[in-house]
Nanobody
């Protein structure tokens, strides 16, 4: 079993930056692809970014491309989401998720493990 805990969310002004962290425990996730998803009030959970096992391949939703960066530190069992130029529409609960294979996916049903989420609020 894998446990995921997100941190780093908070309140930030438009144009600001945040770095979300996802700490994995229970087993190493260094051989798993990881992803970030988000869910705004009244909306479905949506894909944000995904990274393969080595960190060499990433993929982003069009809405965050060029502003967000996903990365990982396999030695520390950590995954990050660096968010720049934040907009009010980025306001959501952000979830970290782990697959049980090494390849990326943008589909939430491909992920076996999920964190509890961290709130990001962008104020104008």
């Amino acid at each position: 079993q894998v446990q995921l805990v997100e941190s780093g969310g908070g309140l930030v002004q438009v144009g600001g930056s945040l770095r979300l962290s996802c700490a994995a425990s229970g087993r190493t996730v260094s051989d798993y692809a990881m992803g970030w998803f988000r869910q705004a009030p009244g909306k479905e959970r949506e894909f944000v970014a995904t990274i393969n096992w080595s960190g060499g391949r990433t993929y982003y939703a069009d809405s965050v491309k060029g502003r967000f960066t996903i990365s990982r530190d396999n030695a520390k069992n950590l995954v990050f989401l660096h968010m720049n130029s934040l907009k009010p529409q980025d306001t959501a609960v952000y979830y970290c998720a782990a697959r049980t294979v090494s390849s990326r996916s943008r589909h939430f049903h491909d992920y076996a493990y999920w964190g509890q989420g961290t709130q990001v609020t962008v104020s104008s």
